[in-house]
């Protein structure tokens, strides 16, 4: 009997991470968490293991603590490759608390790559984001967009993230990663049993949408009305989270079948639809037949005006494709929140 190579997911129990171990564990592969369960709950585990059926090894621990994550490779001498999306990723916390940011979102990194190298685990799955390209001059984007100027302390640790990976990689011949530019995650994994729990007041625009409908927020603001787009709003691209951790298994698969062209390649994860912010309320309302109370207030500080991928590469290279429809992946956002309210 062969044995499944065991893949580290740093930041397993988040919301990205989570849905990464079900896709993994239903391709065929062992998995450990790494989480400090800083911004993530105990709980995530158990609804991991009731979809499919595999309790996840678990280890929680902060990955800035290099004596601790060295002990998880020491621990675990099957470890055969890594995921890493162990970070902070407020855009507004991170203007505010910089150094948090700076600390955890690259340290950790660095503290990852050292024990990879170290233990010759040799590829490397990256959580980076669309925000490298600020406001592209190009729309869609496509991968070849030259990276802008960061526009927060957070974007800014996904670029320098994105450039020690690439020096560390041309430092170690054995040493390959695939870095994955995220448009924007939304929904849940359709049995409902994980999904995204933003602690505090969500920031993002979807959870916002299902605490606003599940009458826990009084009022959804549209942040800014007078962008030069066609309604107004901003527009982006949103990915099923579900699609969005199936091409972690493939950019894996892609790296451990060594048919990667560069020792380092990223690739844009989203559907190559934009969707502007009053387009996506008007979808919510028809997917779940729930109303929404919204009103128009002004434009959020730092909101790139419209972004949508060029994901062309990662369907002809990786083979990986977008395949949920927004209305599904709104319900399922929905789905989710009624079960952790127990609306019914
Ligand atoms: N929005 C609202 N009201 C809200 C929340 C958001 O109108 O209550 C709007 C925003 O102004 C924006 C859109 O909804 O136009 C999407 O906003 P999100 O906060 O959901 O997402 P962002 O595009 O700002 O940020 C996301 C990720 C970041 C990542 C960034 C890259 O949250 O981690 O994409 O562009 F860096």
């Known amino acids: 009997m062969t044995t499944a190579p065991l893949i580290l997911i740093t930041g397993g129990a988040g919301y990205i991470g989570s849905h ?21 709950e105990p709980g995530v585990i158990d609804g991991i293991t009731r979809i499919t ?14 004596p601790a994550l060295a002990a998880v490779f020491d621990n675990h001498p099957a470890i055969t490759a890594a995921i890493h999306f162990a970070a902070s990723k407020s855009v507004g916390e991170s203007v505010r ?6 600390r955890n979102n690259l340290l950790s990194l660095i503290n990852l790559l050292d024990e990879m190298i170290r233990h010759h685990v040799d590829q490397l799955v990256f959580s980076s984001s669309c925000t490298v390209y600020g406001q592209p001059d190009h729309l869609p984007v496509a991968e070849d967009e030259p990276v802008k100027p960061a526009m927060s302390p957070y974007g800014n640790t996904k670029q320098i993230g994105e450039e020690i990976i690439r020096d560390a990689a041309a430092a170690n011949d054995r040493l390959q990663a695939v870095l994955l530019r995220y448009f924007n995650p939304i929904g849940a994994h359709p049995s409902a049993e994980i999904g995204e729990r933003p602690a505090g007041v969500p920031q993002n625009l979807v959870p916002f949408i299902t605490q606003t409908a599940a009458g826990l927020r009084n009022e959804l ?4 009305d007078d962008y030069n787009t066609p309604d107004g709003s901003c527009i982006r691209d949103y990915i099923n989270v579900v699609d969005l951790a199936k091409a972690h298994v ?14 380092v390649e990223a690739f844009n994860i989203g559907t190559g639809r934009g969707l502007s912010v009053l387009e996506l309320i008007a979808l919510f309302r028809k997917a779940t037949g729930v109303d929404l109370p919204a009103k128009i207030v ?22 990986w494709r977008a395949l949920e429809t927004i209305d599904d992946t709104l319900r399922s956002a929905w789905n989710w929140e009624k079960r952790i309210r127990k609306i019914t």
Do not use: M
């Open 298 to 319: 002004g434009r959020r500080p730092g909101d790139i005006e419209q972004v949508w991928a060029n994901p062309q590469k990662a369907n002809d290279v990786l083979g």
């Open 250 to 263: 493939t950019a894996l698969h892609y790296l451990l079948e060594r048919k990667n062209a560069q020792p």
């Open 97 to 102: 608390q910089p150094l948090k940011y700076y």
């Open 20 to 40: 990464t171990v079900v896709a993994l564990q239903q391709a065929g592969f062992d998995t450990i968490i790494v989480d400090d369960l800083s911004n993530s």
């Open 221 to 224: 603001s549209i942040f800014g």
């Open 53 to 66: 059926g595999v309790r996840p090894h678990f280890e929680q621990v902060d990955c800035c603590d290099k």
